[in-house]
């Protein structure tokens, strides 16, 4: 996740990138880069193309450019990033609708109106983009979790199969892993060192998952009678709109 703060006060600046960063982490957000702060309208624009960030901070009353004359310059080259204003008035807080503004933030403002700002930007698009860190070939790794259709533990290392059809191949102990994975309500332990996303589920039989994808995962005896709670639990709260 890609972000942007414009801002001419750098201590205002810094509270929101720490800000930003312990949300992140709470989420399990992988940002891309860490949040990157430009002091000027001015300074964004020089290098601002489409898809350059998904979200951007601006504070309106900055010297130059004010943060309203930025976002319509943003709003000529991209309408999909999301834009929240920092400002210590509500004086721009109409003029926030004319270029799509998804949250209006008023300083000073507290952690939980800054969380609130975030989740509302799109809360299936960060929801996507949750990940763990796994050790890989240039140190930590993230693993994008909604991209994993099962996993298969081999001789030391763990085997990710991915919706893609590619395979990643994690040098992580089983049980590492497991604890990562299981922290979030769509994995589940079916057998012994097979993790499957109930995402990814289109049937449960008598001893396997049937996947979306066509792929057969085992389901171990002993562990059924959980394995199937868990996945009707999980079906149904997806029917009732959840995640």
Request: aromatic share 12%; charged share 20%.
């Amino acid at each position: 996740m890609r972000i942007a703060i414009v801002d001419d006060l750098s201590a205002d600046a810094e509270k929101l990138r720490e800000f930003i960063c312990r949300w992140a982490q709470e989420q399990g957000i992988f940002l891309v880069p860490a949040p990157v702060v430009f002091e000027s309208g001015e300074a964004l624009l020089a290098g601002f193309a489409l898809d350059s960030f998904d979200v951007i901070f601006l504070d309106i009353y900055m010297s130059g450019m004010t943060g309203m004359e930025a976002a319509k310059k943003i709003r000529e080259q991209d309408y999909a990033c999301q834009l929240i204003f920092t400002t210590a008035t509500r004086e721009f807080a109409v003029d926030s609708y004319d270029v799509a503004a998804a949250f209006y933030l008023v300083k000073p403002y507290s952690y939980e109106k800054l969380a609130q700002a975030l989740t509302r930007c799109d809360a299936e698009l960060l929801e996507q983009k949750q990940c763990v860190m796994v050790p890989g070939t240039a140190g930590q790794q993230p693993l994008l979790l909604h991209q994993i259709t099962h996993t298969e533990y081999y001789g030391r290392c763990v085997e990710v199969h991915l919706t893609s059809g590619e395979k990643l191949t994690v040098p992580m102990r089983q049980a590492d892993f497991t604890a990562l994975l299981l922290a979030y309500p769509y994995f589940c332990d079916c057998t012994r060192g097979v993790l499957v996303n109930l995402e990814q589920a289109e049937n449960l039989l008598a001893d396997r998952f049937l996947l979306k994808n066509g792929t057969s995962v085992p389901v171990s005896r002993l562990k059924y009678q959980k394995v199937r709670e868990q996945f009707l639990t999980f079906t149904y709260a997806q029917m009732r709109g959840g995640h």
